[in-house]
């Protein structure tokens, strides 16, 4: 059976600090329609820092056009 497409959408977080992206989270994107901010622990920096939801698209909830 086929899994039913949610209003979630799987988002990219990158840590302000260092640039890296180590979470990925699901986002509700009718009710919080604003960039996630979070803080979590960033394991180059070896402490928490805030991590902000990235602008690029993960593509994974998305259908893609067959060619």
């Not at 986002?27 to 902000?52: A, G, S």
Request: no cysteine; aromatic share 6%; proline share 4%.
């Amino acid at each position: 059976m086929a899994k039913k497409q949610g209003k979630r959408k799987l988002v990219g977080m990158v840590s302000e600090e260092s640039g890296h992206r180590h979470y990925y989270t699901p986002k509700n994107t009718i009710n919080t329609p604003d960039k996630l901010q979070l803080r979590k622990y960033d394991p180059v920096l070896r402490k928490h820092v805030l991590y902000v939801e990235t602008k690029k698209s993960l593509g994974r909830n998305e259908v893609k056009k067959k060619k």
